[in-house]
């Protein structure tokens, strides 16, 4: 598995489910269905969402903090 960083390339929004599709690999398209088909179900979908993209660091932010 590879760090938790939101990718500078094949984002579409914030890249929060990019990152979370490098990191448990499989591919963005597909978490970005699961995304979707969670907003359907009651909870905080949306919160969690802007807090991620709040809180992971871009690929280049990531590998500036990492030298």
Known sequence: MSSLARPTHGRMIGGVCAA????FGTSA???RVLFLLSCLLPGPQFVFYLAL?????SEEAAARRAW
């Open 53 to 57: 993209w709040v809180l992971l660091p």
């Open 29 to 31: 398209g597909t978490m």
């Open 20 to 23: 979370l599709a490098r990191r």
